[in-house]
């Protein structure tokens, strides 16, 4: 059974950094690209981050060089550091395991002063 569980979502004020986990459980993770996505309430779904297999690395336009995406493959985990965040970054962040039907359940993630 697949799991990807989400953590270190909240409030925080524009300028502000979070870092959010997802740790992942039920595949062979070093074989899977991982990715990070958001959903603000009214629009679709968004990529935000993405990090391949190998280790590559790719970026939402509206992210880049705020938001960093890594993985530890010994930890079955993936991170997205935020910095800069903005009320526009205001979403349910998920994160996915590429190609697959996997979800996570979501963390809130709140920029607002």
């Known amino acids: 059974q697949v799991q990807l569980v989400e953590s270190g979502g909240g409030l925080v004020q524009p300028g502000g950094s979070l870092r959010l986990s997802c740790a992942a459980s039920?595949?062979?993770?070093?074989?899977?690209?991982m990715g990070w996505y958001r959903q603000a309430p009214g629009k679709q779904r968004e990529l935000v981050a993405l990090i391949t297999s190998g280790g590559n690395t790719r970026y939402g336009n509206s992210v880049k060089g705020r938001f960093t995406i890594s993985r530890d493959n010994a930890k079955n985990t993936i991170w997205l550091q935020m910095n800069s965040l903005e009320p526009e970054d205001t979403a349910v962040y998920y994160c996915?395991?590429?190609?697959?039907?996997?979800w996570g359940q979501g963390t809130q993630v709140t920029v607002s002063s």
């Open positions: 996915n395991t590429l190609g697959t039907i996997y």
């Open positions: 039920g595949i062979i993770f070093s074989r899977y690209g």
